[in-house]
């Protein structure tokens, strides 16, 4: 009898969460059921299998590793990332390693389903995405918890964006086997709310500038970046980050842009060549202090400073400092850090806060959330 109650209450719930979607450019109906999520996850496997690709991607990603050994600790793995990669990034790692492009073209093409993934996609981690949503057997609890996250991030990004951006704004490339939802028939990438959000600010700060560079710390796979290069035409965009994680960016943004001029690291010279001939340039974080003093416009984190130990903070915002020469741009943690985002170092003799802001994408499924966007602008 319990179960059954505790059953009927989590219907009406989940029912209650997918009425919001009207009115909100979600097309629903009263049949919406269990099949529609499990349409979300379908397998939509992307077919690259370009080999240029993949060895350029392991080619730079040896190189780096090579490099990272004699670099010093800041750059190192550390904190949250460590058990991540004992855990989950080996096979990818080997297949770096190895210039296995048959092993790098399998993975590569369904890396939001892969180990590889862990920490950059996904509600909970690859354990928990591989049997509550990848298994094909999606429980009402589940479904409830997705549709409820991803009202609530759509929901964000229309307020801000809705009456000045159709649904194609959101579509991305379809690479890695992504998971969704549907608006109006029209399928949608997990995360492209959010990336879509921050790739538009990021346009809106920088749309006076003939050409503006941009640097993000941590670019995950790829998807702002994707975004952001996709709706600008002068703009170069500088990604550093693990050299596993800038592997996964490359497959992605050559795949996505192949006849955009990228550069990897060993392709290019940070500190020599011209770097607003590219549109975009990806890096092992290492090669951050090869950046000149004042060599781009924006600098953009989000959330992985706030996974680093306070040595590794304070070298990065002293860099963040230094490259800048108009704004910083980030959201992190002001809580659940090693350092409060609150207390970041930055330079307020150069910068002065524009905003501090909520950034409440998890607040769905996490209301303890102390997560909040920061704008610095250089002083006039």
Not at 55 to 67: F, H, I, M
Not at 204 to 214: A, F, I, T, W, Y
Not at 290 to 300: A, Q
Request: with cysteine.
């Amino acid at each position: 009898m319990i179960s059954r109650i505790i059953y009927a209450i989590l219907r009406r719930t989940f029912n209650l969460y997918v009425s919001l979607f009207d009115g909100k450019k979600f097309k629903t109906d009263k049949n919406y059921n269990l099949s529609s999520i499990n349409k979300c996850f379908t397998d939509r496997k992307s077919n690259i299998n370009n080999p240029i690709i993949f060895e350029r991607v392991s080619s730079s990603y040896n190189k780096a590793k090579l490099a990272q050994a004699d670099s010093s600790k800041v750059y190192q793995v550390g904190n949250e990332w460590v058990p991540i990669y004992k855990k989950y990034m080996s096979e990818i790692m080997n297949a770096l390693n190895a210039n296995d492009t048959v092993a790098l073209e399998a993975i590569y093409n369904n890396f939001m389903r892969e180990k590889c993934s862990t920490g950059l996609t996904g509600i909970g981690g690859f354990e928990r995405m591989t049997s509550n949503y990848f298994s094909g057997t999606i429980s009402l609890k589940n479904a409830r918890i997705y549709m409820k996250d991803v009202i609530h991030r759509f929901n964000i990004w229309s307020a801000e964006f809705g009456d000045n951006n159709d649904l194609d704004a959101l579509k991305g490339p379809l690479i890695g086997n992504p998971y969704g939802h549907y608006i109006e028939d029209e399928f949608i990438e997990g995360g492209s709310h959010y990336n879509h959000y921050y790739a538009s600010k990021i346009r809106l700060l920088q749309e006076d500038s003939s050409h503006s560079k941009v640097l993000e710390l941590g670019g995950g796979y790829g998807n702002m970046a994707y975004y952001l290069m996709r709706d600008s035409d002068n703009t170069t965009y500088i990604d550093f980050d693990l050299p596993e994680n800038f592997a996964l960016t490359a497959f992605y943004l050559l795949s996505a842009f192949p006849d955009k001029n990228i550069a990897l690291y060993g392709e290019i010279d940070l500190e020599k060549d011209n770097l607003d001939s590219y549109d975009a340039i990806l890096m092992p974080n290492f090669e951050i202090d090869k950046m000149h003093n004042n060599s781009v416009d924006l600098v953009f984190n989000s959330y992985s400073l706030a996974e680093m130990s306070n040595e590794t903070i304070k070298n990065y915002i002293a860099i963040f400092n230094r490259v800048s020469k108009k704004y910083i741009f980030h959201l992190n943690h002001t809580k659940y850090s090693s350092m409060s985002a609150d207390h970041f170092p930055i330079n307020m003799d150069k910068f002065e806060l524009v905003s501090r802001s909520p950034a409440k994408w998890n607040m769905a499924i996490n209301f303890a959330m102390d997560e909040f966007e920061f704008l610095y602008q250089v002083k006039k």
